[in-house]
């Protein structure tokens, strides 16, 4: 196992940050961060702003300019050993005459997958992997998803009272939480490559499912809607159709009059296999991987959250609670079948608890081994 100094968590640590900075612009492709070092001084600094832009190495080795030879390269994930939208960044790095690489973690990219590293020791650099490999995949969580399961990763995001309702029980469900709660979910709206809802949620909220922040909108891109709607239901004027090219319905057929209405205002409209409960989430999820989408945001009503939950196919629960009550006579979060046992319970463990406003922001994940 490679034993990693501290200026090598340092300056990897550094290369994380950079890497930060292309969460919301660089989907389909991972966010990397990249940061030369030679003399213990950094001589180069760069980040992958956008897909089909420069690489994070390329625009550090530019950065550096002459001083990259013999230099060591800390790079947030393995660099490209492929031709994609540009050329492979192994080849940039020998052609600088860097003398080591260090990468947090291997590329899950098939195509990759250690043959970056590989071909970069062929050409005489000495390289290593793995420090603070699991910073490096959070960041990446939902490439890494993709990648290694097929399917992105997936955030539920609710908002609740006080005692877990989620709207009045005639659907009335604005506003529960606060201004401040509302604008920090553009937050997870323009992370996400993809936001699904339900045509419940299309007719009783009418949503827009758009980034509102400018800043966020500006950084980063305009997330595929999603509509999963088993019936076609989804009105032509619905809200959710404005920008209708960034707009796709699923549905169980899609060989219909109605399908066509919609295609004819922009949206796209395919079809998905259905199950006795709907759609079939896994096939939606596959779907959305195939349109290489990494990470999909869930706002929707309590059925089809609790779907998502039932199948095990959340990643991730954001709730926005507000401290108010509603009461019993008020939706609650989930839809679920009754539990004959406790030990048939879903699991969650907590990620964090912050304020936001006058509202807590309450984060879970799937419980480690829960069955």
């Given at each position: 196992?490679?034993e ?5 968590h ?10 930060r900075?292309?969460?919301?612009s ?17 001589v ?15 625009v550090?080795?530019e950065?550096a ?32 005459g ?8 291997l ?5 990759v ?6 071909q970069?020791?062929q ?14 995949a959070?960041i990446?969580?939902?490439?890494v ?71 966020l ?12 709607d ?27 009059a ?7 205002i ?8 259905g ?5 079939d ?19 929707a ?20 609670m ?17 539990l ?17 406003g ?12 829960a069955?």
């Open positions: 196992m490679t990693f100094s501290a200026d090598d340092h300056y990897m640590a550094r290369a994380l940050d950079l890497a900075h292309g969460l919301y660089t989907p389909p492709n991972p966010s990397v961060g990249c940061v030369i070092v030679r003399w213990g001084q950094v180069g600094e760069g980040f992958h702003g956008r897909a089909g832009g420069p690489h994070a190495e390329v550090a080795l950065d300019g002459h001083t990259a030879r013999g230099a060591t390269a800390y790079i947030s994930l393995e660099p490209c050993s492929h031709h994609g939208r540009t050329p492979p960044c192994i080849d940039a790095l020998v052609a600088a860097v003398a080591r690489v260090v990468v947090a973690m590329d899950p990219n098939p195509r997958n250690g043959s970056g590293l590989q970069l020791e050409a005489g650099i000495t390289t290593a992997h793995g420090v603070l490999a699991a910073e490096a959070e990446n969580r939902g490439f998803q993709r990648m290694t399961n097929g399917r992105p990763w997936v955030t539920l995001k609710l908002g609740a009272s006080l005692d877990g309702r989620t709207a009045l029980a005639d659907g009335t469900s604005k506003w529960i939480t606060g201004e401040k709660a509302r604008a920090d979910v553009q937050r997870l709206r323009a992370r996400a490559s993809a936001i699904i809802t339900g045509s419940g949620t299309v007719l009783a909220d009418d949503p827009m499912l758009t980034v509102r922040d400018p800043d909108e500006m950084r980063g891109r305009r997330p595929l809607r999603v509509v999963l088993s019936h076609l239901r989804t009105p032509a004027n619905a809200q959710v159709l404005c920008f209708a090219n960034s707009t796709l319905i699923l549905t169980r057929d899609a060989a219909t109605a399908a066509d209405e919609l295609r004819e922009g949206a796209r409209v395919e079809r998905i296999a199950t006795a409960s709907g759609l989430l896994d096939a939606v999820l596959e779907r959305l991987a195939a349109l290489e989408c990494n990470e999909v945001l869930v706002e009503g309590p059925t089809l959250a609790g779907e998502f939950v039932r199948c095990g196919l959340v990643d991730e629960i954001v709730v926005y507000a401290p108010v009550v509603l009461g019993h006579a008020a939706r609650g979060l989930f839809n679920l079948p009754q004959e046992r406790m030990c048939d319970r879903c699991e969650f463990e907590w990620r964090g608890v912050e304020h936001v006058d509202d807590l922001r309450l984060t879970l994940r799937p419980k480690r081994g069955t």
